[in-house]
């Protein structure tokens, strides 16, 4: 390659350096939007629905990578119940994983120990704990003579042979860490202001697979930095909503990400495309796209999660189940309150005790309620046959 193309400066612009009303627009909308997800839920319900979000988010991730792990299938490696059959286990145990560094980010955020989501250090710290778990077979690259075994955590290097993601070279394997130590620099969030922060997760999603560091689960890396990003700036709205499921869905098709991210490989277009190497006005495209895929999964997500129809439908479910009608009453106290003490069961319900406790147990036997401890107090959970009622819609299939 030539000196331009294997200088990091070949990634700019990394930032806009002028901002249309459009994006403004978007940014505020999509903040404001956020802030409102799941409002009117208990803390302890959205937890409840967070780790459901964790589900959706790999299962789409996974479908963007042509792996279409079901969502039963998901749920079955998460009670560690994996399939007999080498290829339909090892896509089990890629979306245990998925889901295990996504419910760590989101335990960091809470904690505030959340790093630097752009550091070279935290995306490392992705993909080796994506792959810490990965048999063998999901570590060896190529083919034949070409066959190369990845190391996780670790970036492509001179060793390695030259990587083409359909029409895009990225930079030789030698340069990717000089790429990463200036995306770092550019991407840094504590010298960005909140909006800026909105825009820049937009942006770091392209450039990251771009550099294209790691010999394979780029994509998977970058889905994961974009949640961490989102949280970061303040729109995560605690997980209640899916970027994957967005970029996998597109606004108008399924090919939209593909076409999008190719668009943004654009070189740059003449005097007025900006000065960087790339195409200011393909950037520009790209992450006007990229938060309205995201406005309109939150707009989704808030439809859904709407206490008032999300009651209603605590009604279809008791009902398509064959439950008591008190079992209702039970559910929507859990929903308001976030978790019920057993006790209360009794009281809630109106029914004797025995009667009560019998009930309260159909619901822990259905998975619908749970509790942290044998005799603790109850709080909703969100198996697959609850969200197949509860969020229609939400995969394409259950």
Known sequence: ??????????????????????????????????????????????????????????????????????PREIERALANKLDAAPERRNLQVEARAHIRVQREIDRQHAAGELPEPASVAFIGWLHRAFYEDAPEAMLLIGEGERQLHMVPGAFRSAADHEVAVG??????????????????QKYRFASLGMGQRIIAMAAVHHRLNYIHPFLDGNGRVSRLMSHAMALEAGIGAHGLWSVSRGLARGLTSRGDYKRMMDHADMPRQGDLDGRGNLSRRALSDFVTWFLKVCLDQVTFMGGLFALDTLVDRLKLYVARR????????????????????????????????????DLLGTLVSDSIVGSDTPKGPVSLRFPLDAIEILFPSLFPET
Do not use: W
Request: proline content about 6%.
């Open 167 to 184: 029409r895009h070279l990225p930079p030789s394997g030698e340069r990717v860490a000089a790429f990463m130590a200036y995306f770092e």
């Open 1 to 70: 390659m030539s000196i331009v193309e294997e200088t990091p400066a070949r990634i700019e612009p990394c930032l806009l350096d002028e901002t249309s009303s459009d994006i403004l627009d978007l940014v505020a909308t999509l903040s404001a939007s956020t802030s409102g997800l799941g409002a009117r839920l208990h803390p302890r319900s959205a937890a409840g629905l967070a780790e459901s979000m964790r589900i959706m988010n790999c299962y789409y991730s996974n479908l963007i990578e042509g792996h279409n792990t079901t």
């Open 322 to 357: 064959g439950l008591r009608p008190e079992a209702f009453v039970l559910l929507e106290q859990i929903l308001q309150r976030g978790e019920l003490p057993r006790g209360e069961a009794t009281r809630v319900t109106g029914m004797k005790e025995r009667s009560a406790r």
